[in-house]
């Protein structure tokens, strides 16, 4: 094995897990899921059937993953935050058969006991804070907050707020990266 599973992790048959992944204690990955390199799972995680996850996700403690969900490299996803993967569940009707895809782009970082309902795609490098609840789709660099979420300004990279001046033009304070807003989209100038 090229990666770490505490003995009181449950792995399924038929999973795919990247070297340097570290699976903590009382986590369930189910069958088909895919992990991918230097991964880190929290204590009490379930990570369902068909799940992907890119490189360097870190998935703090009480976390679980649902069948539909992809999470591409270097995402962060806050102790207790929840993923749904049906829009109208019932106990009674079973729609294994209609789980809803989100997206979680690279770099996006989700706080603790927020809540992505399904079908919301997350942009690059966003920024979703505690306890949001996520209703719709996600800019790249976008900050969220609050319920339903809404954005309250823009983030860069290295997760400092970004102040774009007249011209549309801001900077990170610790990468000194240079961002430019237009048309309500923000992207990283060349280094």
């Known amino acids: 094995m090229d990666y770490f599973a505490h003995e009181t ?33 929290g204590q009490n995680c379930v990570i369902s059937p068909e799940v992907i996850l890119g490189n360097n996700v870190k998935i703090q403690n009480n976390v679980s993953i649902y069948s539909g969900v992809v999470c591409e490299d270097d995402v962060f996803l806050g ?14 009707i079973v ?3 209609q789980y809803t895809k ?13 809540t992505i309902v399904c079908g919301n795609d997350l942009g690059m490098y966003c920024f979703i ?7 719709k789709a996600v800019k790249d660099y976008a900050l969220m907050v609050g319920n339903p979420a809404k954005q309250i300004g823009w983030i860069s990279e ?3 707020r970004l102040d774009f001046d007249k011209n549309g033009s801001a900077h990170c304070i610790e990468s ?16």
């Not at 989100?102 to 927020?114: E, F, Q």
């Not at 804070?129 to 209703?135: C, E, W």
Request: charge should be positive; glycine fraction near 10%; hydrophobic fraction near 35%.
């Open 102 to 114: 989100t997206t979680v782009r690279k770099g996006a970082s989700i706080g603790a006991n927020a």
């Open 176 to 191: 000194k990266q240079e961002y430019k807003l237009e048309n309500s989209q923000v992207s990283k100038t060349i280094d």
């Open 95 to 97: 729609r294994r058969d």
């Open 9 to 41: 992790a449950v792995i399924d048959e038929g999973c795919t897990i990247g070297k340097g992944t570290k699976i903590w204690h009382f986590c369930h990955i189910m069958s088909n899921s895919t992990l991918g390199e230097r991964c880190n799972v």
């Open 129 to 135: 804070g505690a306890g949001a609840v996520i209703t």
């Open 79 to 92: 102790p207790s935050m929840v993923f749904t993967n049906i829009m109208n569940p019932r106990s009674a």
């Open 158 to 160: 290295h997760g400092h």
